[in-house]
């Protein structure tokens, strides 16, 4: 399995731009109208408006394209409400410890979600499940991701909680963007590096899970 069609999966290199391009904006804004948050706000909501009619056009998923929007009408809506410019970090901090305890939690009930990913993109639906190491290199690269949501909240929520205006939304906006594809490549690398690690020298690999012939037969997803 090529990487970058996981990485393409996970979001990839689009996705961290329609993620961070609204909240560079909002900051940009923010700084250019002399820490206006009307004016920050209006103009990361348009942004992200442009930004979800390209991709329309585009054909990307429709589904995919609303939810991006609606988080940041959420967080606009949240710092127009709230009167603080840092909260614009909040709904990403939330999101990102939502996806940790998500993640963790598909791991301890042994469906980890690096590989239902995995599996869906081979075609595989649930069959690796059956195979023991495969089982055990998912879960353990999977928490990585895990890893990777918890760094994204203990970065922000610093930035989040400061008392200096310029601090949180400035040093927030910065973090947030490290944060996004920089951050996501290198999880992607350290997964793959764990699950290589931790398969038998003569496994087959993620394409050829090995089944032993008494397992029961693989879960089924609905169509």
Same mark, same amino acid.
């Given at each position: 399995?090529?990487?970058?069609?996981?990485?393409?999966?996970?979001?990839?290199?689009?996705?961290?731009?329609?993620?961070?391009?609204?909240?560079?904006?909002?900051?940009?804004?923010?700084?250019?109208?002399?820490?206006?948050?009307?004016?920050?706000?209006? #103009?990361?909501?348009?942004?992200? #408006? #442009?930004? &979800? &009619?390209?991709? %329309?056009? =585009?054909? =990307?998923? +429709?589904?995919?394209?609303?939810?991006?929007?609606?988080?940041?009408?959420?967080?606009?809506?949240?710092?127009?409400?709230?009167?603080?410019?840092?909260?614009?970090?909040? $709904?990403?901090?939330?999101?990102?410890?939502?996806?940790?305890?998500? /993640?963790?939690?598909?791991?301890?009930?042994?469906? $980890?979600?690096?590989?239902?990913?995995?599996?869906?993109?081979?075609? =595989?639906?649930?069959? *690796?499940?059956?195979?023991?190491? %495969?089982?055990?290199?998912?879960?353990? @690269?999977? /928490?990585? *991701?895990? @890893?990777?949501?918890?760094?994204?909240?203990?970065? !922000?929520?610093?930035? /989040?909680?400061?008392?200096?205006?310029?601090?949180?939304?400035?040093?927030?906006?910065?973090? =947030?963007? %490290?944060?996004?594809?920089?951050?996501?490549?290198?999880? !992607?690398?350290?997964?793959?590096?764990?699950?290589?690690?931790?398969? +038998?020298?003569?496994? $087959?690999?993620?394409?050829?899970?090995?089944? +032993?012939?008494?397992?029961?037969? +693989?879960?089924?997803?609905?169509?």
């Amino acid at each position: 399995m090529r990487q970058d069609t996981l990485v393409s999966l996970l979001g990839g290199k689009r996705g961290a731009f329609d993620a961070t391009a609204p909240l560079v904006v909002f900051v940009l804004t923010w700084l250019l109208t002399g820490n206006s948050i009307a004016w920050a706000a209006g #103009a990361s909501l348009t942004s992200a #408006a #442009a930004i &979800a &009619a390209v991709r %329309l056009v =585009q054909k =990307q998923k +429709p589904r995919a394209v609303v939810l991006g929007l609606l988080s940041v009408a959420v967080a606009v809506l949240i710092v127009l409400y709230t009167g603080r410019a840092q909260d614009i970090l909040l $709904p990403r901090i939330v999101s990102n410890a939502a996806s940790a305890l998500v /993640w963790a939690g598909f791991i301890v009930f042994r469906r $980890p979600l690096l590989g239902l990913i995995v599996g869906a993109l081979l075609g =595989q639906r649930t069959h *690796w499940r059956l195979d023991p190491a %495969l089982l055990r290199a998912y879960s353990l @690269a999977s /928490w990585v *991701w895990v @890893a990777m949501y918890t760094l994204r909240v203990a970065v !922000l929520t610093p930035f /989040w909680n400061s008392d200096s205006d310029d601090l949180a939304v400035i040093g927030g906006g910065l973090a =947030q963007i %490290l944060l996004s594809w920089p951050l996501l490549i290198l999880c !992607l690398l350290t997964s793959g590096w764990i699950i290589k690690a931790t398969l +038998p020298k003569d496994h $087959p690999g993620l394409r050829h899970p090995q089944v +032993p012939a008494d397992a029961p037969a +693989p879960e089924t997803t609905a169509s």
